[in-house]
């Protein structure tokens, strides 16, 4: 299903993303949710695009997703944040209207998860998006971890989330201090960095 979209999409859209098979109004739930796969991305009850906002819009991944800098979640954007603009901005779209009602009556938009690692496993936003490299240069990217989000619909799971994959970017993390250069970074394999 995911490689016809993709062909189609290929003839059909001159998008620069349109490698990742979305076209605009795409946001059927073809998946289903596991730790370990890719591609996950549930019916939202809201259909809302990442590329229309990440990228048509310029709107940075942290305007919304605010509390990765600092916490260990990413954390979802309040439906106030949505409405900064869309009070005044496309109002009489059909999920606009619909987003004005649930916020005159100070109903919270319920996202479905897609990504949930299991409560056993240590993981924090915070250590990796602030991780920086001997020049202050952030060593990891949202991207890193998730994919070219700024070209998908609803965002899909892109990494499957084995231990294995944790695993091989520490161990990765470590290399420029075999070559005789300090690591700023540190990225641990012990057992107890990521297990309590
Ligand atoms: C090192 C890999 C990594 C990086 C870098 C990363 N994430 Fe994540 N992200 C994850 C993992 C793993 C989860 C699942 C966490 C869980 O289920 O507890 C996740 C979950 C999320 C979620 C779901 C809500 C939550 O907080 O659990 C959002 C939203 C998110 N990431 C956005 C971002 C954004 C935006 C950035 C860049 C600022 C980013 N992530 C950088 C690995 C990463
Ligand atoms: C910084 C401003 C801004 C924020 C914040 C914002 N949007 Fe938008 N949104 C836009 C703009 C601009 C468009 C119109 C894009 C177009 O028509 O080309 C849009 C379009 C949309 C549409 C499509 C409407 C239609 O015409 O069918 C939906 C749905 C939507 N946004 C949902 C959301 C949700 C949900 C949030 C919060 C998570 C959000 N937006 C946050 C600016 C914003
Ligand atoms: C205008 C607000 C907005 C912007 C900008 C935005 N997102 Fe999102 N993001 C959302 C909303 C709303 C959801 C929940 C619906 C969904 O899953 O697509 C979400 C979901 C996600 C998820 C999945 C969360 C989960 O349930 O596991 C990830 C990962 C994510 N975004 C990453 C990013 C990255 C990376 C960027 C920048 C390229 C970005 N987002 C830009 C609003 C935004
Ligand atoms: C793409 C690379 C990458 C991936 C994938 C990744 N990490 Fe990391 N991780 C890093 C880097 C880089 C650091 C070091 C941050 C620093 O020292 O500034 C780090 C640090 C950490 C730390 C903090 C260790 C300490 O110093 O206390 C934990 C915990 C952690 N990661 C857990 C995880 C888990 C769990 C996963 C998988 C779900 C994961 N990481 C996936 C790159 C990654
Ligand atoms: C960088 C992070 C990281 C490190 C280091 C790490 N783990 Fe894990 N581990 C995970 C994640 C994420 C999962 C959940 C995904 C999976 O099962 O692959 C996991 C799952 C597991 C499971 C499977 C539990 C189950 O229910 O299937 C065991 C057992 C485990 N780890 C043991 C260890 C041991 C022993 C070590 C040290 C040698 C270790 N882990 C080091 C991230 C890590």
Not at 4 to 9: G, Y
Not at 33 to 48: A, E, N, R, V, W
Not at 78 to 102: D, F, Q, W, Y
Not at 131 to 155: I, N, P
Request: hydrophobic share 35%; net charge positive; glycine share 6%.
């Amino acid at each position: 299903m995911f490689l016809r979209i993709l062909v189609l999409s290929c003839f059909l859209s001159s998008s620069a993303y349109s490698w990742w098979g979305y076209t605009p109004g795409d946001s059927v739930d073809n998946s289903t949710q596991s730790l370990f796969g890719t591609g996950y991305h549930p019916k939202q009850p809201i259909d809302f695009n990442h590329r229309m906002h990440a990228t048509d819009r310029k709107i940075p991944c942290e305007y919304c997703h605010s509390a990765a800098r600092r916490s260990k979640t990413a954390g979802l954007p309040p439906l106030n944040t949505c409405m900064g603009c869309h009070k005044i901005v496309n109002t009489s779209a059909e999920p606009i209207k619909k987003m004005k009602e649930m916020f005159d009556n100070n109903e919270p938009i319920k996202w479905v998860k897609v990504h949930d690692l299991p409560d056993f496993v240590r993981f924090s936003h915070r250590v990796h998006v602030l991780a920086k490299d001997k020049d202050g240069k952030a060593v990891l990217e949202c991207q890193s971890c998730h994919g070219q989000v700024q070209g998908m619909f609803t965002a899909e799971q892109w990494a499957p989330l084995q231990m294995g994959w944790c695993v091989d970017c520490h161990n990765n993390v470590k290399e420029p201090a075999k070559e005789g250069k300090p690591a700023l970074t540190t990225a641990p394999v012990t057992c107890n960095t990521c297990h309590f």
